[in-house]
């Protein structure tokens, strides 16, 4: 394509730049690479790039300027934007699977750890539901800050003390001149937005793993206004530790913290285990009826999350005719599973941390991009879309 002049902005250090560059010469061969932005004319300028070095106003003008992320897309990507769209979208359409596939939520605001009395006065749903669970203890809670990743922030609690003591330490946390590798830099004031969800304490565990708890990593390509793709090489992402139901566990530890060892599965945080954190799905001991149905629900949670985020709040996810997006999705698959439920949606990432797949499954990452410019790039600079290996279109809505 002579009209298309190509921008990459990531450092030629990081991670994706190998598999990006490779696939973009592999597509447009002859093509020069630079690495500043052109300016407008008549020829298509296509921009992969973090989010903040894309010219957004561009975006939303100029056609030929096409971009690897959509300027508006909050309701998605950040939690208690997600959960409140997931429960519109629920009360609405009760037979869809995000009513069975998404936990109960409730989202709230706080700014300082002493006002928590207050909040739970204005979530009296959230007050009920804890001081219930104090007679019994049955049930445990999920905390998690809207916007941090890599677990940061995220914790386990059965009592409203124990969660007044979470929110206690986040601002220890930044005080303490020795520093917390977890909580570091947690200031509740610059959270502010949190997420409150009965934890799924039944994860699928497997004796081949050693019984660690797993989350399925998926990653999905939204291109245009509006075609979604499932990549159907997905991957288990295992936590370093033996998992342990903390239903019927009331200890906490010394700072009146539950123990998160074995409940969390990022593997930026396995750094020190010998184990095998990353398995691709379908390299599993998983049987086949069990990988079939698994993906088969995440393709049906795929599209009615979508749908849900276009139609509940169009102000926060707004699809650019001339953009894409490539998003991580992570779920949880409990042992409860059968052809209708057990998996369950955790987060959406936007600019995914594509380093978890891990050196072994690079390969992975490769045919991914690959598909990135086959279903996407070429047909917004106006060329004809090519079949991609494992890319599974889900949804397709005419905006």
């Known amino acids: 394509m002579p009209n298309l002049k190509i921008v990459v902005t990531y450092p030629k250090d990081s991670y994706i730049y190998e598999p990006l560059v490779k696939t973009i010469l592999k597509h447009f061969p002859g093509n020069e690479i630079l690495d500043t932005l052109q300016p407008m004319g008549e020829y298509y300028v296509f921009h992969y790039g973090d989010y903040e070095e894309l010219d957004h106003e561009r975006l939303m ?3 030929k300027y096409i971009a ?3 300027t508006y897309r909050k309701s998605l990507i950040r939690k208690h934007y997600l959960s409140n769209t997931i429960a519109m979208f629920q009360a609405k359409n009760p037979k869809s ?13 706080l700014t300082y750890a002493e006002f928590l009395d207050d909040m739970l006065d204005e979530v009296y749903e959230l007050r009920c539901v804890l001081m219930e669970n104090e007679e019994k203890l049955d049930k445990t809670y999920i905390l998690k800050p809207s916007m941090t990743d890599k677990g940061q922030g995220i914790h386990l609690f059965k009592t409203i003390d124990q969660l007044q003591t979470i929110f206690d330490s986040f601002d220890e946390d930044d005080t303490d001149d020795e520093g917390d590798d977890t909580n570091a830099g947690m200031i509740i004031s610059q959270l502010r937005h949190f997420v409150v969800q009965e934890y799924v304490s039944n994860p699928l565990l497997l004796p081949e793993y050693e019984n660690r708890k797993f989350h399925i990593r998926t990653y999905v390509l939204a291109s245009g206004q509006l075609s979604v793709y499932v990549y159907d090489r997905m991957l288990m992402l295992f936590s370093s530790e033996v998992y342990v ?5 009331v200890e906490v530890d ?4 539950m123990d998160m060892s074995g409940h969390l599965t990022n593997t930026c945080l396995q750094d020190q285990t010998d184990l095998k954190v990353v398995e691709e799905l379908d390299k599993s001991t998983l049987s086949e009826e069990m990988r079939t149905n698994i993906v088969r629900q995440i393709r049906l949670i795929v599209a009615d999350l979508f749908k849900a985020a276009v139609n509940v709040d169009r102000m926060n996810f707004q699809p650019l005719p001339n953009a894409f997006e490539a998003y991580g999705l992570d779920f949880l698959v409990s042992q409860d599973l059968d052809k209708d439920s057990g998996v369950t949606l955790l987060e959406v990432n936007a600019y995914p941390d594509f380093r978890q797949t891990g050196s072994e499954l690079k390969e992975l990452i490769d045919e991914f991009f690959d598909g990135i410019i086959r279903k996407s790039v070429i047909p917004l600079a106006g060329g004809k879309a090519e079949s991609a290996p494992h890319l599974t279109e889900v949804l397709n809505l005419d905006l």
Do not use: H, Q
Request: hydrophobic share 30%; charged share 25%.
């Open 61 to 63: 003008c100029d056609t």
């Open 68 to 70: 690897n992320s959509y």
């Open 97 to 109: 699977i995000l009513n069975r596939a998404f936990p109960e939520s409730f989202n709230f605001e």
């Open 245 to 249: 139901d903390p239903t019927n566990i």
């Open 254 to 257: 010394d700072e009146g913290m």
